[in-house]
Each structure stands twice: as structure tokens, then as C-alpha cells.
């Protein structure tokens, strides 16, 4: 068990809805970072929050936006979706204290029809 | 840009027949190299980092070392548990991110 926790584990939904991501990091760790990965897919970097600050951006879409909170959960939210959101949506989490390793959660598998 | 880039795409191994994986990096300075293991439909599981060139560290059946362009992670006498996709990524020096590489898919049969 990594610590770091997503919900939801499955989502099913159809194009053009909206869905969010949850994620809650390892205790302590400050830093949140968000990745796609498509079937047969390397891992893609998509954002990175550091205590609530956007720190970083990868290769995400304008339509999808992420957000930390205060309490350093953090949420991807993703729009008008398309069949080729289709995708497991990982987070991650770290801490310098911790050499930076991130360490990931389990992941929610997103399917749209 | 950095780049990483791993071979083989996929190995099958018979229970107990040792082999190595590769990693190869492009990075304008090297801050850590990670290991992570995944399995099907699951998060990636961190293994091992490594910071300096002619570092080693060991877990189990496992080992990886890092060279100034690459690294390996040997596996000595896997065993079909050890089947899985073993995914290198490498943070560059003045950042957090992680850049990984397309992984390796392991087979061991039995």
C-alpha cells in the first residue's frame, strides 16, 4: 500500500459529460502530480501541484483543469470528453524529504461510451 | 529534451533464466533514476532510485545500476511472480517531474 488514495476506482460515463478525480497524497507530502496512461501507453505527465500552487504542466488538454486544496487533496476534472479519454488516471505523490520519489495510487480506470 | 528510452519492448524468460533490462537517457543533468514495477491494471510500485553513476542497490531478485547514460536492472532467477512491466523514469536536475520511458513488459513462464 503506497499511502495515496483515488476514488473513484471505476467511472463510466458518456461524451461530452464532465467527471472528477480524487486524490489524496501520502501523509505529509506536499507534492501532487497527475498522469494518463492509455491502453498499451506510456505513463504521460499531465500536472503537478505543490501545496496548492500549480507547479508544473505537462501534456494536458484545455479541458481538463486540476486544483489542490488547503487540506492537499486534489481533484482532475475532466470535460466535454471524447472516447479517447478513455484511460487510467493515476496520481502520485512526494516529498523532498523522501528524495522526491513519487510514489502512486491505484489508479481510476475511466471508460466513456 | 529529455528523453528515456527502454529495450527490450518485451522479454520472455523461462523460470530461473537470468536477463537484464535497459534503460537509456537523454537529460541535461541527472538529479535521481527510478525503478517502479507495474502489474496490469494497477499503479506503478516504486523499487529502487539510484543518483550517481557506478551506484548499485539491490532488492531480492533484483538489481539496478546506473552508468552516465543508462541503467540496468538485472533479474537474477525470476520466478513467474515477477512478471510484470518495469517502467524507468528520470527526474532532471531543477525540477520534480519525472520523465518515463515506455517500459519493459516481462514475461516468466513457469
Known amino acids: 500500500d503506497s499511502g495515496v488514495t483515488q476514488t473513484p476506482k471505476h467511472l463510466i460515463t458518456a461524451t461530452g459529460q464532465r467527471v472528477t478525480l480524487r486524490c489524496s497524497p501520502r501523509?505529509?507530502?506536499?507534492?501532487v502530480y497527475w498522469y494518463q496512461q492509455s491502453l498499451d501507453q506510456g505513463l504521460q505527465f499531465l500536472i503537478q501541484?505543490?501545496?496548492?500552487?500549480?507547479?508544473a504542466k505537462g501534456n494536458i488538454l484545455e479541458r481538463f483543469s486540476a486544483q489542490q486544496f488547503p487540506d492537499l487533496h486534489s481533484e482532475l476534472n475532466l470535460s466535454s470528453l471524447e472516447l479517447g479519454d478513455s484511460a487510467l488516471y493515476f496520481c502520485?505523490?512526494?516529498?523532498?524529504?523522501?528524495?522526491?520519489?513519487?510514489?502512486f495510487g491505484p489508479g481510476t480506470r475511466l471508460t466513456v461510451l | 529534451e529529455d528523453q528515456v528510452t527502454q529495450s527490450p519492448e518485451a522479454l520472455r524468460l523461462q523460470e530461473g533464466e537470468s536477463s537484464s533490462l535497459n534503460c537509456s537517457y537523454t537529460v541535461s543533468g541527472l538529479r535521481g533514476l527510478f525503478w517502479y514495477r507495474q502489474d496490469p491494471g494497477k499503479g506503478p510500485e516504486f523499487l529502487f532510485t539510484l543518483y550517481s553513476a557506478g551506484e548499485e542497490k539491490e532488492k531480492e531478485r533484483l538489481k539496478a545500476t546506473l552508468t552516465k547514460k543508462e541503467s540496468f536492472l538485472h533479474i537474477t532467477a525470476p520466478k513467474p511472480e515477477d512478471s510484470a512491466t518495469y517502467l524507468c523514469a528520470v527526474q532532471p536536475f531543477g525540477g520534480q517531474n519525472f520523465v518515463f520511458g515506455p517500459g519493459t513488459r516481462l514475461s516468466v513462464l513457469p
Open positions: 501541484y505543490y501545496n496548492g500552487e500549480e507547479r
Open positions: 502520485a505523490s512526494s516529498s523532498p524529504a523522501r528524495g522526491d520519489t513519487q510514489y
Open positions: 501523509s505529509g507530502d506536499l507534492s
